[in-house]
């Protein structure tokens, strides 16, 4: 609590009335268990963003092989091209995994009683830090992903070879690494436009779903507060000239994006409605605000 900056004196719906701590938050003794344990993940993604934004493809290579099929050296120089990326891709889809859990362990810290969610927010200053930099992962993770048209050119040709080689009997190394089901599930992921988004939307619905004693209100007021956090501190020149970084403003416009997606998702009004407790119109004209190469991609997003 010793960070809370308390930053709205007047009464208005729906805002909460604290500033949240992005930038310096440390965990307290009630929060270090869950904190480490989501930290372990965290620790990663940045190691998994510099490898998608070095991601090559293969495509020169595929296409030398499909446009000659009987020659042999083109096969496998394609093929060796490939099974080094797919397993790269396979490290980025079981870290989703790992992200999952951990949005998963977040939301239930930061929804359970006694507290209500923004008290949970207000008191658990890093783990709803946590929350942030797991949704301005995701986004950046998506907004790379988009650029790479090579993965899944990559990843089909890779299964329609796996399947050729099937039928010739032909076993297979890399099978063992990502065997078919493996496989099946990577297809699901990378075939989304925005997977990491989409694993979290299902991981949140899926919190909801399997914790019935748990009001959803508890679930969409954590994502609502966060939005409106997000959006006041955006908004206000006397707060956001508090942060240490820029950098931290798009922090804060790739949370507030990530946190409406997620209770669009979850709420069954969805967050475009007008009971919808979070102000879209402001959040919106809070990011037309901004210069227009930061928010084009997160713009598109709401849309």
Known sequence: MGNLLKVLTRDIENYPHFFLDF????PTEGEREVW??????LQDSENILTGLQAYKGAGQEIRDAIQNPSDFTLQERAW???????????????????LEEAL??????????????????????ALAKQFAEI???????DELKMRIPAIQNDFSYYRRTISRNRINNMNLDIEREVNNEMANRMSLFYAEATPMLKTLSNA???FVTENKTLPLENTTDCLSTMASVCKVMLETPEYSSRFSSEDTLLFCMRVMVG??????????????NKSSKIDMKGCIKVLKDQP????????????
Do not use: M, W
């Open 80 to 98: 060796n091209s490939v099974c080094p990326l797919v397993i790269k891709l396979k490290k980025f889809y079981s870290f989703s995994l790992r």
């Open 204 to 206: 949140t619905t899926n």
């Open 23 to 26: 930038e310096n938050a440390q």
């Open 292 to 303: 227009a190469d930061n928010v084009e991609g997160l713009l598109n997003a709401l849309n």
């Open 259 to 272: 946190v409406i997606i997620l209770y669009d998702h979850v709420h069954p009004n969805g967050a475009f």
């Open 36 to 41: 480490n344990q989501v930290n372990s993940v």
């Open 135 to 141: 949704l301005h992962f995701t986004l950046r993770f």
């Open 104 to 125: 998963q362990n977040l939301l239930e810290c930061l929804t359970c009683a006694p507290f209500t969610p923004t008290q949970h927010l207000e008191r658990e200053q």
